[in-house]
């Protein structure tokens, strides 16, 4: 199968030619041609899978006669993230370099004024993350009357960020004579009901096994102690062949201090996490895309739709919490294709959501060791190490964060090459089986709670459905 089997023009094949696509990948052999029918599609497609290309290309033919409105867009991608929505704009740019089509981009961070100038100029095509969209309809800034496609991308990570009432809000804005497609990396039975309120009689496709990483990630699991984990991931990086890496932590405090860590350690690194302005997290990302920086420290919602081409590993230096994230941050690497590399550190604490990520994906991740490391157990994990590597006292934790020689350094050890553990006793692990849905259930966040993977770095604002943890306490009462 050639692209131009799938109907689409001259000009979008000329700029698929130029991009280096040979062959469609499977999402886009499926998608395109009903795409271009005009029928409504449900894809189940991981990241990485190319489904950008899948949607964009028959979308940029479908307006290609289409007159540039102001204020009045075509055609209507919805993103979850800035970082997703800018890169789907690069596709954009990319496939649609030979036609006239004009798009705008609206995402939180940058100035309104510079959006409604590029919403005056004429728009057939405008990316938006659903609630700076709002704010410009809001503003009167903009009309959806004529929108006759709708896209929603990455539609579980709108669920799971909270972002589902904007959406149907903004659906309910549109008109209803309309194509629509909805690309979702999972779809847990709450996620189909929605499609149901979207889409009319779609085509259905599916990529990849619901919550399958992709075949193409070589996964390694590693046990470690607490206070071994940076030791041990400097380690795995330097005997690793690491070309570009991203490591992602569950909390934007642990980003800025594992940055501050590895950059102490002499590696070539930055971070992105939601603190950042986004001058600064664009800036980092195109030093990240260019090659200065090899090693991306970020979190999960800053991470969100990095596309970088051939990146070689994830690190997972905190086990993610919740399963559907381990797919989507091993989704970075391993794209379209090419091989990569994931290694998922985890503790004791971190064993039932290294279980959690098994039952779903219905296969275990390999454990792999470092050569001379073993993992003391977790009772043991505060005590410090000296020198010489012996177990000592314990040390208040302030003492232990980043002392320098925490453990005994790399070149005292023996070579390690992170090797599967094969010939080695298999670690007591519950066997693989799939999810019972009641506990894919319980795995899922409720979008309060999912807003954000740092929410729990922001100040609590109303108890809502939070209990503070000193209403819990029993009360003491003093004898008088
Ligand atoms: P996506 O899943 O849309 O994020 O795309 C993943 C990566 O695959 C992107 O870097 C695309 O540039 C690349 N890609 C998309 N389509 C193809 C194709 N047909 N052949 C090779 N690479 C592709």
């Excluded at 939180?108 to 100038?117: A, L, N, P, R, Y």
């Excluded at 990520?357 to 275990?364: P, T, V």
């Excluded at 553990?421 to 066997?431: F, G, M, Q, S, Y």
């Amino acid at each position: 199968m050639t692209f131009s089997d799938l109907g689409l023009s001259e000009p979008v094949l000329k700029a698929v030619t130029e991009a280096g696509y040979v062959e469609p990948t499977p999402v886009q052999a499926q998608a395109i041609p009903y795409v271009l029918m005009g029928r409504d599609l449900l894809a189940v497609a991981q990241t990485g899978t190319g489904k950008t290309a899948g949607f964009t290309l028959p979308l940029i033919d479908i307006l290609a006669d289409s007159r540039a409105r102001a204020r009045m867009p075509g055609a209507l991608i919805l993103e979850p993230t800035r970082e997703l929505a800018d890169q789907v704009a690069s596709s954009f740019d990319k496939y649609g370099k030979y036609t006239k089509l004009s798009k705008a981009l609206l995402i939180g961070g940058v100035s309104f004024s510079d959006q409604e100038k590029a919403l005056d100029r004429g728009v057939n095509v405008l990316i938006a993350t659903p609630g700076r969209l709002l704010d410009h309809f809001e503003r009167g800034g903009i009309m959806l009357n004529d929108v006759k496609i709708l896209v929603i991308d990455e539609a579980d990570r709108m669920l799971d960020m909270g972002f589902m009432p904007d959406v149907e809000r903004i659906v309910k804005l549109l008109p209803q004579m309309r194509q629509t497609l909805f690309f979702s990396a999972t779809m847990a039975p709450e996620m189909r009901k929605l499609t149901e309120q979207f889409l009319s009689n779609p085509k259905e496709i599916s990529v990849a096994r619901q919550a399958t990483a992709a075949e193409t990630v070589a996964q390694g699991l590693l046990r470690v102690s607490t206070a071994d984990k940076r030791e041990v991931l400097r380690q795995l990086i330097r005997k690793e062949n690491v070309r570009n890496a991203i490591i992602f932590c569950n909390r934007k405090r642990d980003v800025q201090i594992l940055w501050k860590s590895l950059e102490k350690h002499q590696f070539s690194v930055g971070a992105l996490h939601g603190d950042m302005s986004q001058p600064a997290r664009m800036e980092m990302l195109a030093r990240f895309k260019a090659g200065e920086i090899s090693i991306l420290v970020a979190s999960d919602v800053a991470a969100r739709g990095i596309d970088i081409q051939g990146l070689s590993h994830v690190f997972n230096f905190d086990v993610p919490i919740h399963s559907e994230d381990y797919v989507h941050r091993i989704g970075r690497t391993g794209r379209a294709g090419a091989e990569g590399h994931a290694f998922t550190l985890a503790t004791a604490d971190e064993s039932k959501y290294v279980n959690a990520i098994e039952r779903m994906m219905g296969k275990a991740i390999p454990v792999v060791t470092l050569d001379g490391y073993e993992p003391g157990t977790e009772d043991e994990a505060p005590r410090s190490r000296d020198r010489r590597g012996r177990r000592g006292a314990a040390k208040p934790a302030a003492e232990r964060a980043e002392r320098a020689p925490a453990a005994p350094k790399a070149a005292e050890r023996k070579p390690a090459a992170a090797k599967p553990a094969a010939a080695k006793a298999a670690p007591e692990r519950e066997p693989s089986r799939p999810i019972a849905l009641d506990e894919a259930k319980a795995n899922r966040r409720r979008p309060r709670e999912r807003a954000n993977d740092e929410a729990d770095d922001r100040p609590v604002l109303a108890f809502g459905d939070h209990i503070p943890a000193f209403l819990l306490r029993p009360v003491i009462r003093k004898s008088a």
